[in-house]
């Protein structure tokens, strides 16, 4: 405790706290009261900004220089006091100077927050609104198919593999990355040239009511919604309002031109009764996953009804994806996509980096899914090291993160499904998740070695010194320097 204090003290007085205040606001999105709650949280400031640097736009350039010259004149404020006080001789007088000296890491940690509000309020809202105005306009004026991407998990790959087989034959356009917000979307909508047959937008989801907003915006003819797991949960509160959320793309969709995934616990629960596309990893509608091949050389399968087969050939791992890759193919092949452009666009289709790609390193496989962030992507990563077959298994993960009441459930639940995969070794972090998934894992009688690491960003630089050839590692999720 002693070490914590003495860490933060040093960096509060060192020359970096503006950009510590500054990089803290960048992660928070300049969102002050999420800024605030990370602050005041926070017990070690040391190691606050250790994954990731500053990227120095124009705001955090302003930010920084604001800091920097206040933090300055306070100082030189502090010094006149003490300076006037001692030629005065006042006795004891020096001491409120030098408190003023002492306070200014606190003082402009939250002095900061009033500029970074008001322009929040006064233009950064208003601008956005103006955005996101024109950006529906847009939308609706094309002739574009419009399809929308929504889901707690797997939403950038799904969208990748429409974008791959619709490219294969029609002019595409489609959000990169994970760009997907409003502000985003708007950006994404100007830059359309207006002669696109197909827009494929990512919905992401933040808080109630931004799938719904999104929907509106954009007005979707085709949604596929990839599934539903605890997440953002700090906003949500409640699983309920998860998936009315996510759901509520279905207002604006008819049913025949809605896709979901009917492996989603979640999700499945809000099917009975629906005349929605189901996919899994039995395939969808009347098209079946056949002749399987799994392995660390990709997913192979036959997609195949009474009259038509697609054959799948990629180099993504994990049975998982055969549900994704189903429903991409069929959604193209109802757009008039042929069989074989949709074969030759899927074939090609490699593992996105971060999301069960894989690299070697010392000889050993490393499965590298640290953009993973849900229950279903752990499943999903613990069957596959169950299935693959190696000298030594380790499975590395910290938890999960904006789980809400769902956090024990949830990791205690990760206990368990690690403990399915029976790896030789579990590699855990020291954070406020760690005792329920070793509970889980306690609970399931797991019999291999388990080792707690206290700095996480340490033992992943030495990966190389802790793997050996033969090894498979499972690397899920990794936390942000906001959560702890």
């Known amino acids: 405790m002693l070490n914590k204090i003495f860490n933060s003290f040093k960096t509060f007085y060192s020359p970096k706290f503006p950009v510590l205040i500054t990089y803290m606001l960048q992660s928070s999105e300049y969102h002050v009261l999420d800024y605030l709650i990370w602050f005041w949280k926070t017990d070690d400031f040391s190691k606050v900004q250790k994954r990731k640097e ?88 094309s002739q574009a198919l419009k399809i929308a991407v929504c ?63 999104f929907s509106n915006t954009f007005g979707p003819d085709i949604a596929v919604i990839t599934g539903i797991s605890p997440a953002h949960l700090d906003k949500y509160k409640t699983m309920d309002n998860v998936s009315k959320d996510i759901l509520s793309v279905t207002k604006f969709v008819k049913p025949k031109n809605v896709y979901v995934n009917n492996e989603s616990n979640y999700l499945r629960s809000f099917l009975k009764n629906q005349k929605f596309n189901k996919y899994s990893k039995d395939g969808i509608g009347d098209f ?111 938890g999960l993160v904006d789980q809400g009441k769902e956090t024990k459930n949830v990791h205690l639940k990760m206990g368990q499904l690690i403990a399915e995969a029976k790896p030789d070794q579990v590699v855990l972090m020291e954070n406020s998740v760690l005792k329920y998934i070793k509970q889980g894992l306690d609970q399931s009688n797991f019999k291999g070695d388990i080792q707690i690491e206290k700095d996480p960003l340490f033992y992943y630089n030495n990966l190389k010194h802790f793997v050996a050839k033969g090894d498979i590692v499972m690397m899920q999720n990794d936390w942000t320097d906001n959560y702890s």
């Not at 005065?88 to 306070?103: D, P, R, Y």
């Not at 969208?159 to 356009?173: H, N, P, R």
Request: hydrophobic fraction near 45%; charged fraction near 20%; charge should be positive.
């Open 151 to 213: 889901g707690s998990y797997g939403k950038t790959s799904m969208k990748e593999l429409l974008l791959k087989v619709f490219a294969s034959e029609k002019k595409v356009a489609a959000t990169v990355g994970n760009m997907n917000v409003a502000t985003s979307h708007a950006s994404f909508a100007k830059s359309l040239n207006g002669d696109e047959e197909v827009l494929i937008l990512e919905f992401g989801e933040g808080r109630p009511g931004d799938v719904y907003s």
């Open 288 to 398: 079946k996953a056949v002749n399987i091949k799994n392995d660390l050389s990709g997913l192979r399968f036959d997609l195949t009804n009474k009259s038509e087969t697609i054959k799948i050939r990629t180099k993504l791992l994990g049975r998982h994806q055969i549900g994704p890759l189903s429903s991409a193919a069929i959604l193209a092949l109802s757009q008039g996509i042929s069989i074989k452009a949709i074969e030759k666009a899927l074939n090609g289709i490699e593992p996105y980096e971060h999301r069960m790609s894989q690299y070697e390193l010392n000889g050993a496989v490393i499965i590298d899914d640290s953009y993973n962030g849900n229950i279903e992507g752990i499943e999903a990563g613990c069957k596959l090291l169950k299935e693959l077959k190696a000298n030594r298994k380790i499975y590395i993960s910290p």
């Open 54 to 141: 500053l990227q120095k736009t124009q705001v955090a350039k302003l930010i920084l220089l604001t800091l920097r010259i206040g933090i300055i004149f306070q100082i030189i404020f502090g010094l006149s006091l003490i300076y006037l006080n001692i030629v005065n001789k006042l006795v004891g007088g020096w001491g409120f100077g030098l408190g003023v000296i002492i306070l200014y890491p606190v003082l402009w940690s939250q002095i900061i927050t009033i500029p970074v509000f008001l322009a929040r309020v006064l233009y950064i809202n208003p601008k956005q609104k103006l955005m996101i105005k024109n950006s529906k306009n847009i939308f609706h004026k």
